[in-house]
């Protein structure tokens, strides 16, 4: 986990503010998810954790890759749009990175580096967390309805 940084050096504060904007676009337009994978014999299963962001602007994107790894896969739409996608261990780097900036999503966050510090990937534990990151986003979805009165505007 990156630790605040000395606000003397200007790299301190550009790392800060760094973490503070991507933990900012994660909240809005970010996923984590524990997903599962089985392997072409169908006799191993894995479970890990998948951090992505969603955005337009691809220069973003390449710095978030540049610096946690990753990939970037772009969805032709009428606007292309790109979506920085990290796995396993860089998943769970990035995620104790964001975590102390984190707002909306920070249950999820805190529940997908729960699943990772269990260090188990072949396990039972990977289907709970799924069911319990699952319910996290339920919860998330209803109290952010409720507090925006969405249901009022078009009823």
């Given at each position: 986990m990156v630790r605040p940084l000395q606000q003397g050096?200007?790299?301190?504060?550009?790392?800060?503010?760094?973490?503070?904007?991507?933990?900012?676009?994660?909240?809005?337009?970010?996923?984590?998810?524990?997903?599962?994978?089985?392997?072409?014999s169908k006799s191993t299963v894995?479970?890990?954790?998948?951090?992505?962001?969603?955005?337009q602007h691809?220069?973003?994107?390449?710095?978030?890759?540049?610096?946690?790894?990753?990939?970037?896969r772009i969805h032709?739409?009428?606007?292309?749009v790109y979506v920085w996608v990290v796995k396993g261990v860089r998943?769970?780097?990035?995620?104790?990175d964001i975590c102390p900036y984190a707002i909306i999503k920070k249950d999820q966050v805190l529940t997908a580096i729960e699943y990772?510090?269990?260090g188990v990937t072949r396990h039972k534990f990977g289907v709970q967390f799924m069911g319990k990151l699952q319910e996290l986003k339920k919860v998330q979805f209803e109290s952010t309805r409720e507090v925006s009165g969405y249901e009022n505007i078009i009823g």
């Open positions: 050096s200007s790299r301190g504060r550009i790392i800060y503010v760094m973490l503070k904007y991507a933990a900012g676009l994660f909240d809005g337009d970010g996923c984590v998810v524990v997903t599962r994978y089985v392997y072409k894995y479970y890990y954790v998948v951090a992505c962001i969603t955005n691809l220069p973003v994107l390449c710095k978030f890759k540049k610096r946690w790894k990753g990939h970037i032709k739409l009428v606007n292309p998943a769970e780097k990035f995620l104790k990772r510090n269990l």
